[in-house]
């Protein structure tokens, strides 16, 4: 961990209808780093995702590998960041799973060999070499998570952003995909309700409370902490 | 990828959906000899009560697009009550466009029943269909089932909550999980859209 690869800096997020949904927003995120962002419903975790990959345009500063984040640098950005939607239905389009995990290194122009070398790679990253004939919908939730995760990986990524990574599966899929995530030698920022999942995986915390960050720090200073993380409605 | 490719198939469903719509409407001959090689083949594939079930779950959308046929087209009477006059043209248009929509689906339900919907697609590929026609059919093959499944979970969640004989009421509820579906495929169009252009894509065809 030498340089701080994610920079946000006053950034703040209204809807078109005036309501703020975060406010004054300042963290940076070092290279490397596990960084998770945890929050009750509604705090603002998946809104802040969003802006760093400039899906969702507030007003502050967001800065990524020493690129601001603007309409001119946004595809730049987009390679190096990947990012791993809550819904594994909303990120596996294709028929096959071989065709999902190929849509970003085509999208990227890479020749078909080297594709097929991606997402055989990529697949086998996540423990699903041998899936690639698979039909998307039949797999089961923890399956589908994984295939979304390899369809970043294929894209080599140099930081993952995941929104609930863990929700929705059961304790095996669970374990399995903290194990996957662990060893992914990446920046991360995880945002979460699985305050488990956090501690054994992030470096750092921080603490949204309806759009406004609450507390930054390492995760074993705050967990422990019950009665302040019931405050925060955690 | 290994899987086969169903070019063949694809060539042979839509030549015959071609030829189909040059047949005059009057000549039943070449209609009842396709639906003879139609039939025989779906039934080979498929149960009947399948077939049935699912080539004319289309035909009330047909029927509503040609449904005034028989009463504007033509000009000898065929049935007269009133100031209603079926004719004979309109009605051979109307049963004749019938037959062939429901040929058409039978074609097309036999393609996707004997092939699996990868090898139809890797079909599409080879013979050169446009890569974004492609895609949509993907997706659109791929939501589907999650909107069919949403379907039945919100019919479920409705049963359990329909207890009296309102009829009114189920059919209020019945309209708000209409529009709620709407909504819902709204959103996923929209999260779906962000995953993809997260993924590199910009609207324009990549090989």
């Not at chain 1, 802040?48 to 007003?59: D, H, P």
């Not at chain 2, 080539?55 to 449904?67: G, R």
């Not at chain 2, 033509?74 to 049963?95: A, C, R």
């Not at chain 2, 929209?190 to 993809?196: K, P, R, S, T, V």
Request: with cysteine.
């Amino acid at each position: 961990m030498e340089k701080k690869i994610i920079e946000v800096k006053n950034y703040t997020f209204k809807y078109p209808d005036g309501r703020e949904v975060l406010s004054n927003i300042n963290f940076s995120v070092m290279q490397k780093e596990c960084f998770g962002i945890i929050g009750a419903n509604g705090a603002g975790k998946t809104t802040l995702l969003l802006s760093m990959v400039g899906i969702l345009k507030g007003k502050g500063l967001i800065k990524i590998d020493g690129l601001i984040l603007s309409e001119k640098t946004l595809k730049e950005i987009r390679k190096k960041v990947g990012f791993l939607f809550q819904d594994p239905d909303v990120q596996l389009f294709s028929p096959t799973v071989y065709e999902d995990v190929a849509f970003g290194p085509i999208n990227l122009g890479l020749p078909p060999d080297i594709v097929k070398n991606k997402v055989e790679h990529a697949l086998s990253k996540v423990g699903l070499s041998g899936f690639e004939n698979r039909i998307s919908h039949h797999l089961s939730i923890g399956e589908k998570r994984k295939v979304a995760l390899a369809g970043i990986l294929s894209m080599e990524p140099d930081m993952l952003l995941l929104d609930e990574p863990s929700s929705g599966l059961d304790p095996r899929a669970r374990r399995e995909l903290l194990k996957l995530l662990f060893n992914l030698e990446k920046t991360k920022i995880i945002a979460t309700h699985d305050l488990d999942l956090v501690n054994i995986l992030c470096d750092r915390l921080m603490i949204l409370k309806k759009g406004i960050v609450v507390w930054i720090g390492k995760p074993s200073d705050i967990l422990e902490k019950k009665k302040i993380l019931e405050e925060y409605g955690l | 990828m290994k899987g086969q490719c169903a070019h063949r198939k694809i060539i042979i469903a839509f030549l015959s959906i071609l030829l189909l719509m040059l047949v005059p409407p009057e000549n039943y001959i070449i209609f009842i000899g396709y639906i003879s090689v139609v039939g025989i083949f779906s039934i080979y594939l498929l149960p009947l009560s399948v077939i049935i079930k699912r080539t004319l779950s289309l035909f009330p959308f047909v029927i509503l697009l040609i449904i005034f046929l028989p009463f504007k087209k033509g000009s000898i009477p065929m049935f007269k009550w009133y100031n209603v006059i079926i004719y004979y043209e309109g009605s051979m248009l109307f049963l004749s466009i019938l037959l062939k929509a429901w040929i058409s689906i039978m074609i097309l339900t036999l393609l996707y029943f004997s092939s699996p919907f990868p090898e139809i697609i890797k079909g599409f590929k080879f013979l050169g269909i446009p890569n974004i026609f492609i895609l949509l059919t993907s997706i659109m093959y791929r939501y589907i089932y999650l909107f069919v499944d949403l379907a039945k979970k919100m019919e479920t969640a409705r049963k359990l909550k329909y207890f009296g004989k309102n009829r009114n009421l189920y059919i209020k509820m019945y309209a708000s999980s209409i529009g709620l579906l709407f909504i819902k495929a709204y959103e996923k169009g929209d999260q779906i859209y962000n995953a993809m252009i997260l993924r590199g894509f910009d609207g324009e065809e990549n090989n």
